[in-house]
């Protein structure tokens, strides 16, 4: 969850499509060098560049994208527009409006291909519950500690020196690649769910030599879940936060 490219470009989207950044700004912050094609946006034929999709969203009447994190059994936030959920289950992440959802897939290190629905005529999914920024950020304070007896049971920094670090960095170097006026408080919280989300990934990988049991992986996965969850609400969250 640390690498979102539909959290990027949720926040960027609606950045533009807000009047709060300029278009080539925009368009810059989500190409990233790499070359990205969208297919199935209504109105084009075949796959189109990035730029060309972000100037048909204003003209779909778009206003704004949400991020939407789904996971099996909680797809929240998804329209049912037929196959859209099982591609953004998949991906793990989908970008929504009011008239198209778009789903990333990243073919190598320099492709992103994105998958349009329209969403005319598709009875709308109501977003899911999202705390305030201040909500999320102690439940994130609170998840970490509890996961923290989990961690050091697994003696995770034997296998994985760098989590020390991650851990020990949760409030500084600010993520970067967002909007110069977001929220202060949306940055930080962003910030720590990302490191957060790296320290998930490394310890939900099982330790070399295959010294972890299934038994052992199962608690281990059971324990890390409510830390996993605050972390996938909080970059929610954060991507969504609109600056008044």
Known sequence: MHDLPAGRFAVWATAWLSGRTAYDTALDALTDDRAHRVTGLPGSDGAVPLGWALT???????????LVLPVPGDVRGLPRAPG?????????????????????????????????FGLDGVPPAPPPVEGSLRQVSGALDLAVGDAARTLAALDLARWHPEVPALLAGLGSAPAPGLPPDTDPLALSVLTRAQR??????????????????????????????????AVREAITAACNAVPR
């Open 84 to 116: 859209l959920a099982a591609l953004a289950v998949e991906a793990g992440q989908a970008a929504v409006g009011e008239h198209v959802a778009l789903v990333p897939e990243e073919l190598g290190p320099e492709v992103t291909a994105w998958t349009a």
């Open 56 to 66: 048909a969203l204003r003209g779909l009447g778009e206003r704004r994208l949400r």
């Open 196 to 229: 957060l989300a790296r320290v998930l990934d490394l310890a939900l990988t099982d330790a070399p030599g295959g010294a972890v049991t299934h038994g052992q992986a199962a608690a281990r996965d059971e324990a890390l879940r409510p830390l996993a969850t």
